[in-house]
């Protein structure tokens, strides 16, 4: 539950701002002169915070004859700025739907783009190990070295493999004979606890390497290709964002697929 400083930020209320209305919310009517001596601020500073404090509806003010005097403005008012920003929210959500569907309508009719990223260090393999599992993609292929596992850690590649699982986002990896062994029935294996994750949503072929040499980690989603390499001994990330590379690559992937040496007896 928030405070009442945290509830006056969101409010959009300066730290300055706040400890005015704080001071307001136990004075009653003051005039500047009296509250600067409880604030502590001068009272030039003072009379521009008073000012915002109005115009945010959350002081108001009171002149007898040559004096100014200021007090937190009533519930109504609070009650009207909170009003007033539904009001702007739900704008605010119609002005982004009308964007997103323009902007989809746009994107439909465009010819698809290709967009290429480039990214280094253990963080980037991190990065798109959760961006994968979080897609919205139902299945994702991979050319297998277990190179992200090493770069990962063995904590966080447990949770990216849970929220494979929890999407039922099914994992096929095609690796060479070195890299992985038959899995058995009751999905015991060492570089994993979840079990649920191999039975259920994990497949994995071999394929000589004399066939096809797997010597660096690519992930293929719908819409997205991701290369793992090194270079200069650092890790990098090549990220190509492009729909037609992707069915190309694919493709090829599906090829090998066929070929290759299925060890596990469980699943489709």
């Known amino acids: 539950m928030q405070n009442l400083d945290e509830a006056l930020q969101t409010l959009g209320l300066s730290q300055n701002e706040?400890?005015?209305?704080?001071?307001?919310?136990t004075s009653g009517w003051i005039t500047v002169l009296a509250l600067s001596r409880k604030c502590l601020h001068k009272r030039s500073t003072l009379y521009r915070l008073l000012e915002s404090l109005c115009q945010k509806g959350l002081a108001e003010t009171r002149v007898d004859e040559k004096t100014t005097y200021y007090a937190v403005a009533?519930?109504?008012?609070?009650?009207?700025?909170?009003?007033?920003?539904?009001?702007r929210v739900n704008k605010f959500q119609e002005a982004a739907a009308l964007v997103q569907l323009q902007y989809n309508s746009i994107l439909a009719t465009?010819?698809?783009?290709?967009?290429?990223?480039?990214?280094?260090?253990?963080?980037?393999?991190?990065?798109?190990?959760w961006k994968t599992a979080q897609a919205e993609d139902s299945e994702t292929l991979v050319f297998a070295t277990?190179?992200?596992?090493?770069?990962?850690?063995?904590?966080?590649?447990?949770?990216?493999?849970?929220?494979?699982?929890?999407?039922n986002a099914t994992i096929k990896e095609l690796a060479n004979e070195k890299n992985y062994g038959k899995i058995p029935k009751n999905g015991k294996v060492g570089w994993t606890?979840?079990?649920?994750?191999?039975?259920?949503?994990?497949?994995?072929?071999?394929?000589?390497s004399s066939v096809?040499?797997?010597?660096?980690?690519?992930?293929?989603?719908?819409?997205?290709?991701?290369?793992?390499?090194?270079?200069?001994?650092e890790i990098?990330?090549?990220?190509?964002?492009?729909?037609?590379?992707?069915n190309l690559v694919k493709g090829l992937f599906n090829m090998a697929w066929k070929d290759a040496k299925a060890l596990d007896d469980f699943g489709s």
């Open 146 to 167: 277990n190179q992200w596992t090493n770069f990962a850690g063995r904590e966080l590649s447990e949770q990216i493999r849970e929220e494979r699982l929890n999407r």
């Open 18 to 25: 706040g400890n005015v209305y704080k001071v307001l919310l």
């Open 74 to 87: 009533g519930s109504d008012s609070l009650k009207e700025k909170v009003s007033e920003e539904i009001r």
């Open 110 to 129: 465009e010819p698809q783009r290709t967009e290429v990223r480039f990214h280094r260090g253990v963080k980037s393999i991190q990065m798109v190990e």
């Open 193 to 208: 606890t979840n079990k649920d994750y191999l039975l259920k949503i994990y497949r994995h072929r071999l394929i000589p």
């Open 212 to 233: 096809l040499p797997i010597t660096n980690e690519t992930l293929i989603q719908a819409n997205s290709v991701y290369f793992y390499g090194l270079e200069n001994n």
């Open 236 to 246: 990098v990330v090549l990220e190509f964002i492009s729909t037609s590379y992707a």
